[in-house]
């Protein structure tokens, strides 16, 4: 067990919120064991740990979407034993979820008043609406027209507007659950001053992420779950990330990031001068064995270049070879067949087939090679299944069971046992590790480096910079559909990614 | 969870239950007979004649047809029957026949009267398609002047000028009356009724209950509808003669096609056909019949009344007087009910099966539509 | 390792449900038969309902094939009432011209299929207005080339379709013979592994390298094809050409299908299952029928199994 470093005030005037030994258990598995977790009034708390820590339950029961087994809430001096939904909004308690709740075709003001419109006799009093909305964004500093619909805004905007409604609803206490996953360089430092001027009014923010060095640059206070349990509690200063994930995954960061093998093949990718409607004349090549980093903000090209090179999405002039030979029309098929394999970001739209087994995740791409005539030959499947299990140590309980009851790791390594069984010269991975524990993780990267040593080369897309850096052998950085610049392993720094991935940095 | 499943469904039995008993309170049971709306209406309105006067003006006259319209081959004659008297009554009489073609909806019905008025026709015959839907755009007509004649069906509103059918109460009473005499007054027999819910379905089924009632002797084992569907006829009766077997001493049909389903049932299953109250005045139901030896009453709903629905709306356009209900039975000759006797006289070889006498006009119009068998 | 991927009770519990819930319901109903309508064991009766079940069946498997790449078709009362058409008008009458009518009415189903299968893939119109845009066309392209009047004789030799032996006759052969070569299709076959990939995520499918819009095209191809000889045994029950001939059946095979545990999601359902859900919507019939029940009865206690099916699965369903 970790040691409790639990240092609560003895007299708090100004604790906002307290949550007291919070015990709730799903189906008889624990989800949160004797958890206590209090708020000081005008603070950012920074929640983080694993995937399956917890956070995200005691956060569903702060917003009385759950009700806890046992246990005890105070907000604003009033105890609770439970909370319901509407109760935690009326008192104060606003939730901004990764998935932004969003009417994408209303207007800004729309959004921020959607259900509480200032009214007179049921008639909507729109300039009223509109002043006041336009008010609460000058309270965030952010430049948004209030009469945008929603659906045109960025994501980062998108979420200011949700955090304007919060701020409508006269919120004291502001959860933001990973709200950086989606956002990159200039949003990422928008919302961050946004946070400090919230904080400068007096609301309290309970900030939930992954990403622990956001968690340094802003948080004053900082909680760790684990497995259900509380790790632990207290102020950020005199902590070092390396505790921090040492307390949270129990092993230390050095080891998070593998070495490299360090030895390039021949090149297997060519990417020569392709252009299309979001690609601006790229060009890369890729050599058996190494790890490319792409990086770049939300929507400078990444993406697009994955899918390009994929055959997912046509390509206007330019050519893509592989081991010498081009590629002829937009397939994903011929890329395939040609030994490319695609990770894609949106691992349940795009990747996993959620209702399907575990079965028939792995061997879709491969089905030619298990069956005679059309018909699968009995008992090979299994065998694949087992291979794969044993080798990607996935976790599961059969290979009969559907893959959305696995965990976001497991699901992660089904889809990359999929694309092992079709035995690519390169894999393409967009956003390898987004939504998975730390511990996961780590298995990927390992994963990463024994393809790499078989000879098998990456394109990694990732928007985290630590793992870029970790990772990558070498470095492009995208901006508006071009290659912004290429750094060696040895030059690259975040600051030198950052500066090529927004500002005017020279193609090297 | 057995016991559960059980206790649901005995629930679901006791509404079933109280669904058949509140059928048994309708408005056409036996203690009602004399109050049988439907009755009382026909009855009436054939005593009572509607003063046309104000109608009255000099041809050519321009005359609105809202027919069913595409959909079966009852249609097709019926307007191959207006389209000939048309123009048997020549153009100095019928200047004009304005005509709508429903496709058998309601729905399409409504505002294709609607458009016909707007085109202000001297008189509208209208073919209902439905009791309910057409009641507005009847009255509307009416409002504005233009006489309805109503031709083969009815209208919820009492505010038309003549309707143009039978006593279809009479009619479900004569199929099973005849039913009642083939058995002697002792037996069982199954009722298929046509749609639930459909006036003329309703009324006939209603006339059949009152005669059955009436002779105790007689027992109806099962009552159930087959839609006017042959198919759905055909599974009905499978299941009753697999229940029932050579219980069943009768069956009595509410007609449109759902006979030749029936005897279908039986010749499958190789049993001996029982008498049939309700057969078809189809020709196909008629070979049916003569083939395999079929004892039965038919009704007649000839399409050939439209040439009675169009006599009386040039009557009406004359100024003179018409009762406000006519029985085409007193006007068309063989549209009268008959049994197998008569039937080998209705029967037509060179007709095909699709084909509802008696047809008025020459057989080289039969022949342009296709309706006569080619050898 | 990781605490969540370990099934629970629960998830046991509800994906038994999801799996095995409609073979349990159809196994209590004839237990419940047993004893409420003990005379629906009769050979007879038995014979009667597998027949009037395999009409229903053929339309249903197609109607699974199309759920399974999240689709609907509404089209298949025009392909049934087509199909008895051409049949009467072509053959008119006479056997020899049997397979020609046939033949044709399979040709026109595929391509009536096709059609709608196109509608969706490419034009990306719902399945829902699809199909419905194509049962309105092709009822009144049939009104027009009949104008109203079905004409034609269903010839004697379609007749056989009737006739049964023991419990069994060619529809009963047709659609248990079907119901198993579409279950091995399904689970055994490359072609089905892709089907249900591309109705369950049809985006990964085609980053699968998957020809995602042929295969919901084939689906809709062989919905129509089912609905076709579903057509053929349908004319030959009623030997003659019905407007109504398909009136319910259409619908209620979606509702076999849903009952029998097919989503209207895609990707999830059997054709084992369907089967199971067309007997238990028809034992439940012929059962309302021997009871006696009214038909207003019967819409009641069908509407109630088919929202307690849809009910049980979601319930079952894991978020």
Redesign the interface.
């Known amino acids: 067990m970790y040691l409790q470093l639990k240092s609560l005030p003895m007299t708090q005037p100004d604790i906002i919120l307290d949550m007291r030994h919070i015990s709730k258990a799903y189906a008889g598995v624990p989800a949160l064991r004797d958890v206590s977790f209090s708020c000081v009034r005008g603070q950012v708390h920074a929640l983080v740990g694993e995937n399956g820590a917890g956070k995200s339950t005691l956060m569903k029961i702060l917003a009385g979407a759950v009700q806890a087994d046992s246990g005890e809430i105070v907000f604003k001096g009033r105890s609770f034993s439970h909370l319901t939904p509407r109760l935690s909004l009326d008192m104060g308690i606003s939730i901004i979820y990764q998935e932004l709740a969003l009417s994408p075709y209303l207007t800004v003001a729309e959004n921020i008043f959607l259900g509480r419109e200032p009214n007179r006799a049921g008639v909507i009093q729109t300039g009223q609406m509109r002043k006041q909305a336009a008010e609460l964004l000058e309270r965030l500093h952010v430049h948004i027209d209030v009469d945008e619909p929603v659906s045109e805004l960025t994501v980062a905007k998108q979420q200011m507007v949700e955090i304007a409604k919060a701020l409508s609803r006269q919120a004291d206490l502001i959860v933001m659950d990973e709200p950086s996953a989606i956002l990159v360089g200039e949003e990422l430092e928008q919302l961050f001053r946004t946070i400090h001027s919230l904080v400068a009014q007096g609301v309290t923010i309970v900030y939930i992420s992954h990403r622990l060095d956001e968690v340094f640059q802003i948080a004053e206070q900082v909680t760790v779950l684990k497995d259900g349990a509380l790790v632990s509690s207290q102020a950020r200063a005199g902590l070092t990330q390396p505790e921090l994930v040492q307390m949270m995954v129990g092993r230390p960061l050095e080891e998070v990031y593998p070495p490299s093998p360090g030895k390039h093949g021949e090149p297997v990718l060519v990417v020569e001068g392709v252009s299309n409607k979001r690609l601006k004349d790229v060009s890369l090549t890729l050599h058996a064995g190494e790890t490319l980093g792409v990086a770049g903000m939300v929507g400078s090209g990444r993406t697009e270049l994955a899918r390009a090179i994929f055959g997912a999405d046509a390509v206007s002039s330019g050519r893509i070879l592989l081991n010498g030979k081009p590629l002829t029309k937009a397939s994903p098929a011929q890329a395939i067949e040609s030994g490319v394999a695609l990770v894609p970001e949106d691992r349940k739209a795009q990747g996993l087939f959620t209702a399907l087994p575990i079965r028939q995740n792995v061997t879709l791409p491969i089905l030619k090679r298990l069956s005679r005539y059309g018909v699968l030959k009995g008992g090979q499947e299994e065998q694949v299944v087992e291979a794969a299990r044993d080798k990607l140590s996935i976790s599961m309980a059969s290979a009969d069971q559907e893959a959305q009851y696995l965990s976001g790791g497991n699901q992660q390594k089904v889809v990359l046992a999929k694309w092992l069984e079709t035995q690519p010269s390169v894999i393409i991975m967009d956003e390898p590790t987004r939504g998975i524990d730390i511990g996961a993780k780590f298995e990927i990267y390992q994963l990463m480096r024994q393809l790499n040593a078989q000879g098998v080369a990456i394109l990694m897309i990732s928007s985290e910079l630590p793992e870029v850096l970790g990772m990558s052998d070498r470095i492009v950085v995208m901006r508006d559909g071009q290659i912004a610049g290429e750094l060696t392993r040895e030059a690259a720094t975040e600051e030198a990614i950052i500066e090529r991935a927004t500002s005017g940095g020279s193609a090297s | 969870m ?1 016991r559960l ?2 206790l649901v ?1 005995m629930g ?2 006791l ?3 109280g ?2 008993a509140q ?1 048994e309170e309708s408005p056409f049971t036996p203690e009602e007979i004399e109050a049988s709306p439907y009755l009382q209406s026909v009855l009436a309105r054939q005593e009572t004649m509607f003063d046309t006067s104000e109608y009255a003006k000099e041809g050519p006259y321009r005359i609105a047809l809202a027919a069913q ?5 009852w ?2 004659l019926f307007d191959e029957h207006a389209r000939w008297y048309a123009e048997e009554l020549g153009p100095d009489v019928v200047g004009e026949l304005l005509y709508a073609d429903a ?1 058998a909806s309601a729905d399409v019905q409504v505002p294709q009267v609607e458009d016909l008025l707007a085109q202000d026709p001297d008189v509208l015959i209208l073919v209902p398609m439905g009791s309910a839907a057409l009641s507005a755009p009847v009255e509307r007509a009416m409002a504005q002047g233009v006489p309805v004649v109503l031709c083969a069906s009815t209208v919820d509103t009492d505010n038309f000028v003549t309707e143009v059918g039978t006593n279809l109460y009479a009619s479900g009473a004569y199929l099973a009356q005849y039913l009642v005499d083939q058995l002697g007054g002792e037996g069982s027999v199954v009722v298929m009724e046509g749609i ?1 819910g459909v006036t003329t379905s309703d009324v006939m089924a209603a006339g059949a209950r009152a005669v059955f009632a009436a002779n105790p002797g007689i027992t109806v084992l ?1 009552t ?2 087959g ?6 006829a ?3 009766m ?6 029932y ?1 050579d219980e069943i001493d009768g069956v009595w049909s509410g007609g449109a ?1 759902m006979s ?2 029936i005897v ?1 049932a039986y010749l ?2 190789g049993a001996a056909i029982p008498p049939i109250g309700g057969g078809e005045f189809g020709n ?1 139901f008629l070979r049916l019949a003569l083939e395999n030896d079929i004892s039965y009453a038919a009704w007649q709903y000839p399409n050939a009344m439209v040439t009675l629905c169009m006599d009386t709306a040039v009557k009406i356009l004359q100024g003179e007087s018409v009762p406000r209900f006519i029985d085409f039975q007193d006007f068309i000759p063989n549209t009268q009910n008959f049994t197998d006797a008569e039937g080998v006289e209705y029967f037509n070889p060179e007709w ?3 084909v509802f006498g008696p047809i008025l006009f020459p057989a080289e119009r039969l022949e342009a ?3 006569l068998v ?1 050898s | 390792m990781v605490l969540s991927s370990v099934p629970s009770k629960t998830y046991t519990v509800r994906r038994f449900i999801v799996r095995y819930g409609v073979y349990v319901s159809l196994g209590l109903l004839l237990l419940v038969a047993l004893l409420l309508t003990p005379n629906l064991y009769s050979q007879q009766t038995l014979t009667v309902l597998l027949k009037q079940s395999a009409q229903l069946g053929l339309i249903a498997i197609g109607q699974t094939l199309v759920l399974l790449v999240a689709g609907l078709d509404l089209s298949v009362g025009a392909v049934i009432f087509m199909t008895s058409v051409i049949i009467a008008r072509v053959s008119n009458g006479v056997d020899s011209a049997l397979p020609t009518a046939i033949g044709l009415s399979l040709l026109l189903s595929a391509v009536v299929g096709a059609a709608n299968g196109l509608l969706i893939t490419k034009r990306k119109i719902p399945p829902f207005v699809a199909t419905l845009a194509i049962f309105i066309l092709v009822q009144g392209a049939v009104q027009a080339y009949t104008r109203g009047v079905p004409g034609g004789f269903v010839p004697q030799g379609l007749s056989v379709v009737n006739q049964s032996t023991g419990f069994f006759s060619i529809p009963v052969v047709l659609w248990i013979g079907l119901t198993g070569l579409f279950l091995f299709v399904l689970r055994r076959t490359t072609y089905g592994r892709r089907l249900y990939a591309a109705g369950s995520n049809p985006a990964a499918a085609h980053l699968t390298g998957l020809a995602v819009d042929r295969l919901k095209v084939s689906a809709y191809v062989l919905c129509s094809l089912l609905a076709c000889l579903a057509g053929v045994v349908l004319t030959g029950y009623v030997g003659y050409v019905d407007r109504f001939i398909a009136s319910g059946l259409d619908l209620d095979a979606i509702a076999a299908a849903v009952v029998g545990g097919t989503l209207f999601t895609g990707g999830r359902g059997s054709v084992l299952g369907t089967f199971a859900g067309v007997l238990l919507i028809q034992v439940l019939g012929t059962m309302a029928l021997l009871l006696g029940l009214t038909i207003q009865a019967q819409f009641i206690i069908k509407g109630l199994v088919i929202l307690a099916a849809v009910a049980l699965y979601s319930l079952a369903r894991v978020d």
């Open positions: 057995k499943v059980l469904l679901l039995l509404v079933g239950f669904v058949s059928d319209g595409t959909s079966n081959s249609s097709a496709q639930p099962d159930q509808p839609n006017w569907s042959t198919a759905e055909k599974s009905l499978e299941t009753w003669l697999a229940q077997g096609q030749q389903g279908s499958d299953a196909g095909s099966d699709d539509l296709g309706f080619q």
